[in-house]
């Protein structure tokens, strides 16, 4: 069902805003706000499961675990995650998609950078040849037709950085070619890229990531659709916003005594709201259970 939203979605005349989660409690807030799909942050997962900064450390366990976790907050929501290299070979590739796509997953995206990646925004990114990204490519697709899936394959080039936005465009080429469904051109620095990469990949769905404050301008979603997007990530719209208030309710503890400042008068009960507990509650009382009326 989401994997057909998703696309639905996607052929929309309006863009199709996700925003960036990382976890349960990030991905059921961007729930209750009515967001049409959500993102799975790469970084945002390595940090937030391994403490660490998105430099190439996460493996296909700990990716598909919380794609999985955040697929089924709400499976009529589609999710978009990040799925790096494809952690591998070509069989790694196949199996990471068909591990996605049972997971619940909607869509992954899928990039040209060797094993030991980083973070699309840094500097000094390696990248494997036209021919082995398009490897990657094609054995998702090939693992999609086997497992009668339709998940959404998303092709991200990270070319643009050292070889050029033409080289970066004709990439993401082949990879549709190869069965790819939407382009990704990662790291775009300038209005007239962003207008070429659109216009040279035409028919094709393109995606642009948002990483605030990053080497791409921070545009808003309207701006991203006059100039012809289709879809927008904003990855940062959880995970940065949290480490700071964290942060700052640290600060007050340390301060204080107490972080009932940070907490601005919400309670245990009306936190636990946010995170389904009315739900709970009516699915209880639903098969004649009153475990949960006095909470």
Not at 98 to 105: D, K
Not at 124 to 152: C, H, P, T, W, Y
Not at 204 to 210: D, G
Not at 273 to 282: F, Q, R, T, V, W
Request: proline share 4%; aromatic share 4%; charged share 20%.
């Amino acid at each position: 069902m989401s994997v057909k939203s998703l696309r639905e979605l996607i052929q929309n005349p309006e863009i199709l805003v996700c925003p960036g989660v990382y976890d349960g409690i990030s991905g059921r807030i961007a729930l209750n706000k009515g967001f049409k799909c959500l993102y799975m942050t790469g970084a945002g997962t390595v940090a937030s499961r391994l403490g660490m900064p998105d430099i190439g450390v996460a493996g296909l366990t700990d990716m598909h675990a919380n794609a999985s976790l955040i697929a089924n907050l709400n499976p009529q929501v589609p999710v978009i995650a990040d799925a790096d290299t494809g952690y591998g070979n070509a069989v790694m590739c196949a199996r990471t998609l068909t591990m996605y796509a049972r997971a619940g997953v909607a869509g992954l995206h899928v990039e040209d950078q060797v094993h030991a990646k980083r973070c699309g925004h840094l500097g000094g990114k390696e990248l494997v040849s036209e021919e082995e990204f398009v490897m990657r490519i094609r054995a998702m697709a090939i693992a999609r037709k086997q497992i009668n899936s339709d998940i959404v394959i998303i092709a991200r080039s990270d070319a643009l950085q050292s070889f050029g936005v033409d080289d970066a465009i004709q990439r993401c080429k082949s990879a549709v070619s190869a069965g790819a469904d939407v382009a990704f051109v990662e790291g775009i620095t300038s209005k007239e890229e962003a207008i070429k990469v659109v216009e040279s990949l035409h028919p094709v769905p393109v995606l642009i990531n948002l990483v605030t404050n990053g080497v791409t301008p921070n545009w808003t979603t309207s701006e991203a659709q006059k100039m012809g997007f289709k879809l927008c990530l904003h990855p940062c719209a959880s995970i940065i916003p949290a480490s700071l208030a964290i942060g700052k309710a640290m600060d007050e503890l340390l301060r204080e005594g107490t972080d009932a400042s940070s907490c601005e008068g919400v309670n245990p009960r009306e936190s636990f709201m946010n995170m389904g507990l009315s739900e709970a509650i009516k699915l209880d009382r639903m098969v004649g259970s009153t475990t949960f009326d006095n909470v």
